[in-house]
């Protein structure tokens, strides 16, 4: 599809760190706004609402959807309520060449990932676990409505990038790059002793909190290695995870002849959502330039799934397939979130995720359908909180 820079864009998640960056990319490129979508911040969406000019705001939240029709009640903005609200509101966005970018965090953004594709509206999509958990059902959408999914997630955008030097056929495989994150080199007793303010601390991307910890468990990576499975439809064994500490060469495809295409920037993810925007084109910077000079040296090994079992409990999940990815991204949530409230430490949030994702494995990987997914999603989320409860 042409496209004319002229998009105008539907930013769901837009308080979040990727949503806010989002806008700040369209704020310096000049598109056009249309709608917003947050969780709970009626505040900064009524903000955000009026620098932009936005024809219509929906807030997750049935409260907050109060508070911002009050906050803009001098305006004619319509407010949608609840996550039909979020799904009602990208189907009524009339008009051509609309792209929606979605941000939010979690399970939370596999609804208005379909409500979006159900519309044949682009999708530019930050929210990887709409592919974790149900990412046949959402890729078979797409291929139906024809419409391509443009990846906003640093490493999928490098290697859309990077693929367009050859062709489906000439990929022999994926190099996927990891940070390592802030215990890159730990031992599992020097895991052991983390502590939220430490987890929280990563050395290369500025992310959310949820993000932040899955970056540092190695989660993070093994959502990406399920996420590259299904947008670029290749096996879990043609993809290889890098460590690359210095997060300069965002990920890379080796073709068949073992050319090797990479794509290498500052850590930034407004290029990510800037070339979402305007792909197949590319526009003046948003970001800083690159001195390789200053990086020096590039380095690359192999990660350490003993001491961070998520990884490979991730590549196992979606070589059996199913319903069992959703399993471990439900589970992974109420981990990271008991985490985050500093209940569990990270060797419970291991045990947690493996132990959920073990003992539903040979029902979960049978199912196909979504409502499926939800009914596992749901029954995960219920057994590990019954696990951190018993802690
Ligand atoms: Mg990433």
Same mark, same amino acid.
């Given at each position: 599809?042409?496209?004319?820079?002229?998009?105008?864009?539907?930013?769901?998640?837009?308080?979040?760190?990727?949503?806010?960056?989002?806008?700040?990319?369209?704020?310096?490129?000049?598109?056009?706004?249309?709608?917003?979508?947050?969780?709970?911040?009626?505040?900064?969406?009524?903000?955000?609402?009026?620098?932009?000019?936005?024809?219509?705001?929906?807030?997750?939240?049935?409260?907050?959807?109060?508070?911002?029709?009050?906050? !803009?009640?001098?305006?004619?903005?319509?407010? &949608?309520?609840?996550?039909?609200?979020?799904?009602?509101?990208?189907?009524?966005?009339?008009?051509?060449?609309?792209?929606?970018?979605?941000?939010?965090?979690?399970?939370?953004?596999?609804?208005?990932?379909?409500?979006?594709?159900?519309?044949?509206?682009?999708?530019?999509?930050?929210?990887?676990?709409?592919?974790?958990?149900?990412?046949? #059902?959402?890729?078979?959408?797409?291929?139906?409505? %024809?419409?391509?999914? !443009?990846?906003?997630?640093?490493? /999928?955008?490098?290697? +859309?990038?990077?693929?367009?030097?050859?062709?489906?056929?000439? #990929?022999?495989?994926?190099?996927?790059?990891?940070?390592?994150?802030?215990?890159?080199?730990?031992?599992?007793?020097?895991?052991?002793?983390?502590?939220?303010?430490?987890?929280?601390? /990563?050395?290369?991307?500025?992310?959310?909190?949820?993000?932040?910890?899955?970056?540092?468990?190695?989660?993070?990576?093994?959502?990406?290695?399920?996420?590259?499975?299904?947008?670029? =439809?290749?096996?879990?064994?043609?993809?290889?995870?890098?460590?690359?500490? *210095?997060?300069?060469?965002?990920?890379?495809?080796? &073709?068949?002849?073992?050319?090797?295409?990479?794509?290498?920037?500052?850590? =930034?993810?407004?290029?990510?959502?800037? &070339?979402?925007?305007? /792909?197949?084109?590319?526009?003046?910077?948003?970001?800083?330039?690159?001195?390789?000079?200053?990086? %020096?040296?590039?380095? +690359?090994?192999?990660? =350490?799934?003993?001491?961070?079992?998520?990884?490979?409990?991730?590549?196992?999940?979606?070589?059996? @397939? @199913?319903?069992?990815?959703?399993?471990?991204?439900?589970?992974?949530?109420?981990?990271?979130?008991?985490?985050?409230?500093?209940?569990?430490?990270?060797?419970?949030?291991?045990?947690?995720?493996?132990?959920?994702?073990?003992?539903?494995?040979?029902?979960?990987?049978?199912?196909?359908?979504? *409502? %499926?997914?939800? /009914? +596992?999603?749901?029954?995960?989320?219920?057994?590990?909180?019954?696990?951190? *409860?018993?802690?």
């Amino acid at each position: 599809m042409e496209n004319t820079g002229k998009s105008s864009i539907l930013v769901l998640g837009s308080t979040g760190s990727v949503g806010e960056q989002a806008l700040d990319v369209a704020h310096k490129t000049g598109a056009r706004v249309l709608a917003l979508s947050a969780n709970r911040n009626a505040k900064r969406v009524a903000e955000q609402a009026r620098t932009f000019g936005v024809r219509a705001c929906a807030m997750a939240d049935a409260e907050a959807a109060k508070e911002l029709r009050l906050l !803009l009640a001098d305006t004619d903005v319509k407010i &949608y309520s609840g996550m039909e609200g979020i799904c009602q509101m990208i189907a009524d966005q009339e008009g051509e060449d609309q792209i929606v970018l979605n941000s939010i965090i979690g399970e939370a953004g596999l609804k208005p990932t379909i409500a979006t594709l159900q519309a044949g509206k682009k999708l530019a999509l930050a929210n990887k676990e709409s592919l974790v958990c149900a990412g046949e #059902i959402v890729m078979n959408l797409a291929k139906e409505k %024809g419409i391509e999914i !443009l990846p906003v997630d640093s490493e /999928h955008s490098a290697i +859309f990038q990077s693929l367009r030097s050859g062709s489906k056929k000439e #990929i022999k495989r994926i190099l996927l790059t990891a940070s390592g994150g802030p215990f890159y080199g730990y031992t599992k007793e020097q895991l052991a002793k983390v502590t939220l303010a430490d987890a929280l601390a /990563h050395p290369t991307w500025k992310m959310g909190a949820k993000i932040t910890i899955d970056s540092a468990t190695l989660m993070n990576k093994g959502f990406e290695v399920i996420e590259a499975v299904h947008l670029f =439809d290749v096996t879990p064994e043609q993809v290889q995870v890098l460590v690359h500490r *210095e997060s300069i060469m965002h990920s890379a495809v080796e &073709y068949t002849d073992h050319s090797t295409i990479a794509q290498l920037s500052v850590p =930034d993810m407004r290029l990510c959502v800037q &070339y979402a925007l305007t /792909h197949p084109q590319r526009t003046p910077a948003v970001i800083d330039e690159l001195d390789l000079t200053r990086v %020096g040296s590039l380095t +690359f090994a192999k990660p =350490d799934t003993e001491t961070f079992p998520l990884l490979r409990v991730a590549i196992n999940a979606i070589k059996a @397939g @199913g319903a069992l990815p959703a399993v471990l991204n439900a589970a992974n949530e109420i981990a990271v979130a008991a985490f985050l409230q500093e209940k569990i430490r990270l060797p419970k949030l291991f045990q947690v995720v493996e132990n959920v994702v073990s003992n539903l494995e040979a029902e979960a990987k049978k199912e196909k359908t979504l *409502e %499926g997914i939800f /009914h +596992f999603d749901d029954l995960a989320r219920t057994r590990a909180n019954e696990l951190i *409860e018993h802690y």
